[in-house]
């Protein structure tokens, strides 16, 4: 996922909380029309999640902010008998993610509302855990990784993605950037990069390398590996990549709904501009690392 709102310094975990549920239920409908799209781009971070896993038949599988499934659903096709349980803050997303296992004919996956502070499943309840771009946006994430570890079986595998350092993620700065510019803002915590709040939660909060294994090591966890995954996402065109942009991320859709239209078609034009300088072929392409 690449959007959240912003928060002050002084939220409380619950505060954040409750911000993400509403940020994430506004923006599910973007989700949801770009979930075709978002699969095949994230297809290879969804790839390495499962592999460091290790499913196996039988096996019971949490996967934490969902979203619109993944890499749950993709999970449960590859545990046999076993099953899936999706988790979300949101309950549009939730929506979508049962929608879309019910449309995948996938029987073994159930999304439920529910919050990475207090899961609702006793103590060493699965096999693994999995999470895609979901950790940066924990309200506590010390607390959180625990819990996570707590509903973990002994022996059992927790995978993790977030995004790398933002010099390495053009895709999501580019807008950010351009709105702090002409609009001589403070970036978004979830665009942007060393601007921010170091611990706010957003897209870069866990880029620097090694904070996710010190994060999981402080959890409890041993056995740590790290791999980096990178490729490139194309839109057809400057205008479907600000399309994307305004359905999705939402800090820019949140900073652009309060400008006046002048102003917001001046910031099209400067965003469209700057894509249109990653020209690959007809298409424009944008470099990626998590």
């Given at each position: 996922?690449?959007?959240?709102?912003?928060?002050?310094?002084?939220?409380?975990?619950?505060?954040?909380?409750?911000?993400?549920?509403?940020?994430?239920?506004?923006?599910?409908?973007?989700?949801?029309?770009?979930?075709?799209?978002?699969?095949?781009?994230?297809?290879?971070?969804?790839?390495?999640?499962?592999?460091?896993?290790?499913?196996?038949?039988?096996?019971?599988?949490?996967?934490?902010?969902?979203?619109?499934?993944?890499?749950?659903l993709s999970a449960a096709a590859r545990i046999g008998g076993g099953k899936v349980i999706g988790t979300d803050v949101?309950?549009?997303?939730?929506?979508?993610?049962?929608?879309?296992?019910?449309?995948?004919?996938?029987?073994?996956?159930?999304?439920?509302?529910?919050?990475?502070?207090?899961?609702?499943?006793?103590?060493?309840?699965?096999?693994?855990?999995?999470?895609?771009?979901?950790?940066?946006?924990?309200?506590?994430?010390?607390?959180?990784?625990?819990?996570?570890?707590?509903?973990?079986?002994?022996?059992?595998?927790?995978?993790?993605?977030?995004?790398?350092?933002?010099?390495?993620?053009?895709?999501?700065?580019?807008?950010?950037?351009?709105?702090?510019?002409?609009?001589?803002?403070?970036?978004?915590?979830?665009?942007?990069?060393?601007?921010?709040?170091?611990?706010?939660?957003?897209?870069?909060?866990?880029?620097?390398?090694?904070?996710?294994?010190?994060?999981?090591?402080?959890?409890?966890?041993?056995?740590?590996?790290?791999?980096?995954?990178?490729?490139?996402?194309?839109?057809?065109?400057?205008?479907?990549?600000?399309?994307?942009?305004?359905?999705?991320?939402?800090?820019?859709?949140?900073?652009?709904?309060?400008?006046?239209?002048?102003?917001?078609?001046?910031?099209?034009?400067?965003?469209?501009?700057?894509?249109?300088?990653?020209?690959?072929?007809?298409?424009?392409?944008?470099?990626?690392s998590s």
């Amino acid at each position: 996922r690449a959007g959240m709102c912003q928060h002050s310094i002084m939220s409380t975990p619950e505060q954040i909380r409750e911000q993400q549920r509403a940020t994430w239920n506004k923006f599910s409908g973007g989700w949801d029309k770009w979930d075709s799209f978002v699969f095949n781009w994230l297809e290879p971070i969804g790839e390495k999640i499962l592999e460091l896993v290790r499913l196996r038949d039988g096996a019971l599988v949490l996967d934490v902010a969902t979203g619109t499934g993944e890499p749950g659903l993709s999970a449960a096709a590859r545990i046999g008998g076993g099953k899936v349980i999706g988790t979300d803050v949101a309950e549009e997303m939730v929506k979508i993610a049962n929608a879309n296992a019910k449309r995948k004919d996938v029987r073994n996956y159930e999304a439920r509302v529910a919050d990475t502070s207090h899961l609702p499943f006793a103590d060493a309840s699965f096999d693994a855990v999995t999470c895609r771009f979901g950790v940066m946006y924990f309200p506590d994430p010390p607390s959180d990784a625990q819990e996570l570890v707590r509903v973990l079986k002994p022996g059992g595998r927790i995978a993790l993605s977030a995004w790398a350092e933002p010099a390495k993620n053009p895709w999501a700065t580019t807008p950010s950037r351009i709105i702090q510019e002409m609009l001589k803002s403070t970036p978004p915590p979830s665009t942007s990069s060393e601007q921010a709040l170091p611990d706010a939660p957003g897209v870069f909060r866990h880029a620097r390398p090694g904070v996710l294994a010190e994060l999981l090591g402080n959890a409890g966890l041993h056995d740590i590996e790290t791999a980096e995954v990178h490729g490139q996402v194309t839109f057809e065109s400057p205008e479907r990549y600000w399309e994307f942009v305004t359905d999705v991320i939402a800090p820019v859709a949140m900073a652009l709904s309060q400008v006046d239209q002048e102003t917001y078609e001046r910031v099209k034009a400067a965003v469209t501009a700057a894509a249109a300088s990653r020209k690959a072929g007809n298409a424009i392409s944008f470099e990626w690392s998590s």
